[in-house]
């Protein structure tokens, strides 16, 4: 038995295609979760009987079925799946927990490292490293770990100041205290935020020994890339992002493949959202706290206006916590 407790917890639906992959990894990791609960969220392809058949083999692996709702739902419906796996387990019995996708292929040593890396800084709330993907039409016969740009490889450029939503590494004690993930579009954006907002560290990390292969590559959705990035935008909007942040980020977005369509899709997405005055997210003190840390991104540079925010939070952390969060 490993002395730190992982919940590794797995919505999925429809990944026949990937799931031997992301199976093969985390089994094959240096430091196995203690449990592993992946939630079939009514696939109709093969990926039950492969569930199953890893479940067979490896007895922390559980697997939940939930009824096929005819479609697949992004956004909530993610959540979703990843609260009727969390709702099966104690949190209190585990020191972490992880939303995890399965179409992702991970380094030997990834929870170890971060683990190790939270332990060293209690204020870590969330972490992980960050996503590759293999470009269209190439071959991945010779990908191995570390990953490194010379294998082919193209990052997806994350920024630092957030966990990957399709890797969620959570210290429980900060998730529970963050209310857990929203159940609605952009929860992977929100989180950080608000672990920000409470003096919690959020942070992703591009260190060789920390990247993952991403197989199916953020904001491309189940339909095609524009969907993937207007969706993206209109997320932005939901959350509370004002017009000015959006648009920088768009115009960063046009470097990165799609070149240029994916930054449109996302302008798309949420002047949409803008002009049919859509909802947008219910706490007005997170929207505050968003727009003030996005314009000093805007003015100061990410990496600085991160810095400063989480310094000023830190007396707030360590007089709600100490120097022992659990």
Known sequence: MNARRTCVITPCRDEAKCARRTLDSVTSQSERPTLWVIVDDGSRDDTPRILDEYAARFPFIRVVRRADRGERKLGAGVIEAFYAGYETIDPSEFDYVCKLDLDLVLPPRYFADLMDRMEAEPRIGTCSGKPYFIPPGASDAHVTFPLSTSQGLVSEKIGDENSVGATKFYRTRCFEDIGGFVRQIMWDGIDGHRCRQLGWIAVSWDAPELRFVHLRPMGTSHKNWWT???????????????????MASALYRMTRPPIV????AMMHGYFKAMLEQR???GDADFRTFLRRYQW????KGKKR??????????????????RNPG
């Open 296 to 299: 000093a991104c805007l003015f």
């Open 305 to 322: 206006a991160t810095e400063e925010i989480n310094a000023r939070q830190a007396m707030a952390w360590e007089t709600r916590w100490g």
């Open 228 to 246: 993937g990035r207007a969706r993206w935008g209109f997320g932005q909007y939901f959350m509370g992002t004002p017009p000015a942040y959006m």
């Open 279 to 281: 909802e947008r997210y």
């Open 261 to 264: 369509a994916g930054g449109l």
